[in-house]
């Protein structure tokens, strides 16, 4: 019998919404020892399905249909009492933000004892949580119990977190994104921890992404969403590599995978445009007049050179400096020592004013699409702005930035509308266009395309790619995801707590790293061992 | 705009506090309509009570018009409200966007000045000021806005504060954008909601400190106001109570009708918290 059956369930969503229900007629089966990946981009109402099961739907958002049997009991028939006695105890739940997801005034194995104590099984406590964080494989359980949330890594939270699910061995874990926000390398680790477990003890596993590395690394079947239904549903290796719904086909066709075609062979002859040579970077934090002061050195002694017409990728996991980098590189942030040569000519020293002419030939494309606009100003004006502050008549920027507009495939009557009426990927594009405005020789894109779903994420990216060989453009492509990088970069630095460690060109940087933190970044990529079927004929 | 008068509609006592605030402004402005003449002229026999001789709200000790004086007092406790809230405005905006995008010494510099001010207490700083400079309309202003700028400079800084590293900042930053056109056309715009509420509070702050000023007899002479009003009927309360308590429930209704406004425009502006109020009650 199956662990979990979902059947014909709809949720309503509150009315005026884009849609009637956040989820319509959605049939799925989880069996022990299984793990059934859900996966949909944002709105697709993968959450609402996990949390449904949960029993934890927000008050507007009621079940109009459908039956959730865990069991063999009915858990929509449930009080909440009942479900409160099962919850915790027969299914756990994992969230995607593990920093906010553990109480921060209570020690950890405190809390971990707690939801053991809630089911009636504290007497055990202080045998179990040691076990259980060990269970978790987190080094020195002891110690880790008493420690404060605050001391410990995302990863470690994560861990932390998994191990309250599991405290009382429930048969059907609820994992929604548990590793979108952490590092990839972590991703890696917690993936293959909750993989073990899932053998070890036969528990069912529902796994909410949005990311077909990640499937690939785990699933044993996949459910596949969209606006609110399953459009397919089958067996890992089924969908991944024969799908047949059409929205399937698109999203795995824009996965970005390593081996790209569009390489271009880089001019190594060619005058630098770029030659970055010792930069070093030290965050301070003053500790006031008694506290210590606490040094971060986010970027050290980096060197590199761009060429005209290449990109160079950054990649790291957060925390390694490579935003700094680019932020170095056009002032936002200034550095204590080194020289940023552009054509030669040194940039660090200048002032403010002596920097104003080479804004025009360097521009920065931003991570946060819906930050990066100021939501006070029409999307004409945002991208006019620029050469208006260069000198360029205002009716003359105006009609660039109309032309802007088409180049990024937006409709030239966008101009007069402000940045909320645009999704998230429509606004990266106004970004870009914004950049291009000042018609730049050097383009800095700081992680373009990582706060956007994997269809946008690879319109973006050809667009960029499009530009890129249209205008003759040389990219600094900061990223922390590998996947893109070897897709649009031609050489790659690798960057590991400040320090380049490594820099080449992407082919061999991927097919032969030298160093071990490399090594272990492709190591960590999620569904290396899968290869995207070229679906290219029905994209 | 339509948007955002239906959210302001949302909030009962918003509109309320904005019919009373549009009334008093309607009184203000058809005062010399409705009263010819100057409120100090004696029209009346002193002392009549509310409803006699013509005198709707009773006449003072000399038998003047209450009404007439309420009316014209309206004017001028408008006039110091904005007036002088225009002036704080000016000044703590200046300060406080200065403080929170240079950062720095800047900052430091600027915040060891306002904090000179908080710690000095207002009102007496207030009452100084005006003995200083000899009572006058003028020096009421500039007296209630020195006190007053301190908390929108460091309101305005901690806005700035968290706007400057946002994206769009940052994006005309590279852009080439002088400092100015980015705290002026970038930050500023965003940063309004927060002064605009602050702003409508510091109208009813302003209107209780110029009558606070009068009650103690350090308002112009010249200018019959409300708190004048109530101080020149302080000494003869038990005999004739309508000398204070009608200019006081002007200024009660006034200021209640500012800071009703001042929450309704603080619903408006951030529809997220207002919803979320409304949710909850």
Not at chain 1, 254 to 271: D, I, N, R, T
Not at chain 2, 84 to 93: I, M, N, Y
Not at chain 2, 183 to 206: K, R, W
Request: aromatic fraction near 6%.
């Amino acid at each position: 019998m199956s662990l979990l059956t979902v059947e014909g369930l709809t949720v309503a969503l509150p009315p005026g919404g884009d849609r009637p229900h956040a989820v319509e007629d959605i049939s799925l089966t989880v069996d022990p020892g299984e793990i059934l990946c859900i996966v949909g981009e944002s709105g697709s109402g993968k959450s609402i399905t996990a949390n449904a099961v949960m029993g934890l739907l927000p008050g507007g958002l009621p079940v109009r249909a459908g039956h959730i049997r865990f069991e063999g009991q009915d858990l929509l028939a449930l009080g909440p009492d009942a479900m409160r006695r099962l919850r915790g105890a027969r299914l756990a739940m994992i969230f995607q933000e593990p920093m906010t997801a553990l109480n921060p005034l209570m020690r950890v194995g405190d809390q971990v004892a707690e939801a053991l104590r809630v089911h009636g099984a504290g007497g055990d406590a202080a045998r179990r949580v040691p076990e259980l964080l060990a269970a978790v494989n987190l080094p020195d359980p002891a110690a880790i119990a008493r420690s404060h949330p605050f001391r410990l890594s995302g990863g470690q939270r994560q861990r932390v977190m998994i191990a309250m699910a599991l405290a009382l061995e429930p048969t059907l874990l609820i994992a929604d994104e548990p590793t979108t926000a952490l590092d990839v390398t972590t991703q890696m680790q917690i993936l293959r921890l909750v993989r073990e477990i899932q053998s070890r003890r036969g528990t069912g596993v529902m796994f909410i992404t949005h990311d077909f590395g990640v499937v690939a690394e785990i699933a044993d079947c996949v459910a596949v969403m969209q606006h609110g239904r399953i459009v397919e549903q089958g067996s890992a290796r089924a969908v991944l590599d024969r799908p047949q719904h059409p929205y399937t086909r698109a999203l795995i066709a824009a996965v970005p995978h390593g081996a790209s075609g569009l390489v271009a062979p880089a001019p190594s002859a060619a005058e630098p445009v770029l030659r970055v040579a010792g930069l070093r970077k030290t965050y301070r934090r003053g500790g006031g007049w008694f506290g210590q002061r606490v040094e971060v050195p986010a970027v050290q002694d980096a060197d590199f050179t761009l060429v005209h017409g290449e990109t160079l990728g950054v990649v790291g996991e957060s925390g390694s400096g490579k935003s700094t980098l680019a932020r170095c590189v056009v002032k936002l942030v200034e550095p204590e020592s080194g020289s940023i040569s552009f054509h030669g000519k040194d940039l660090r020293p200048l002032s403010r004013s002596a920097w104003k002419p080479y804004r025009q030939k360097i521009q920065m494309i931003f991570q946060d699409p819906f930050a990066s606009l100021n939501p006070r100003r029409k999307v004409g004006e945002t991208i006019a702005e620029g050469p208006i502050t260069h000198g360029l008549p205002r009716a003359a920027a105006l009609e660039r930035a109309r032309d802007l507009l088409r180049l990024v495939q937006l409709d030239p009557g966008a101009m007069d509308r402000y940045p909320h009426e645009f999704s998230g990927g429509q606004r990266q594009r106004i970004g870009i266009a914004r950049a291009l405005a000042l018609e730049p020789e050097l383009l800095i894109a700081d992680e373009p395309v990582s706060a956007l779903d994997v269809s946008v994420q690879a319109q973006v990216l050809a667009l960029l790619a499009d530009i890129r060989g249209r205008l003759g453009l040389t990219m600094l492509f900061i990223t922390h995801d590998l996947r893109v990088a070897a897709q649009v970069c031609d050489r790659v630095a690798v960057m590991q707590r400040g320090v380049i460690v490594e820099q080449g060109s992407t082919m061999q940087v991927f097919s032969a790293p030298r160093h071990p933190y490399t090594q272990q970044l492709l190591d960590s990529i999620p569904g290396r061992g899968w290869t995207p079927p070229d679906l290219t004929e029905a994209a | 705009m339509r948007e955002f008068w239906r959210r302001y509609k949302r909030n009962k006592g918003a509109v309320v506090g904005l019919v009373i605030l549009l009334l008093v402004i309607l009184l203000a402005l058809l005062a010399p309509v409705l009263f010819p003449g100057s409120p100090w002229d004696m029209v009346a026999a002193p002392f009549v009570p509310p409803g006699e001789m013509g005198m709707l709200l009773g006449a003072d000790s000399l038998g003047r018009d209450v009404a007439a004086g309420i009316a014209h007092g309206a004017r001028i406790s408008l006039l110091v409200g904005a007036v002088s809230t225009a002036a704080a405005l000016l000044l703590g905006v200046t300060l406080g966007a200065l403080a929170g995008y240079l950062g720095g010494l800047a900052d430091d510099a600027v915040m060891r000045f306002t904090e000179f001010f908080q710690t000095i207490p207002s009102f007496v700083l207030a009452i100084l000021l005006v003995a200083i400079f000899t009572p006058s309309i003028g020096s009421v202003v500039f007296a209630i806005a020195v006190v007053s700028w301190p908390p929108v400079a460091r309101v305005v800084r901690a806005e700035f504060l968290s706007l400057r590293s946002r994206e769009f900042v940052q994006a005309a930053e590279v852009l080439g954008k002088s400092r100015l056109s980015i705290m002026v056309g970038d930050i500023l715009p965003n940063a309004l909601s927060p002064i605009v509420v602050l702003s409508s509070l510091m109208v009813a702050t302003a209107i209780l400190l110029e009558s606070a000023l009068s009650f103690l007899g350090l308002g112009d002479p010249n200018l019959m106001t409300w708190g004048y009003l109530i101080g020149s009927g302080r000494s003869v309360i038990r005999l004739a109570w309508w000398m204070s308590v009608f200019p006081g429930i002007a200024i009660f209704l006034t200021v209640l009708a500012l800071n009703l406004v001042g929450e309704g425009l603080s619903d408006a502006l951030n529809p997220r918290l207002a919803r979320q109020r409304g949710g909850a009650a």
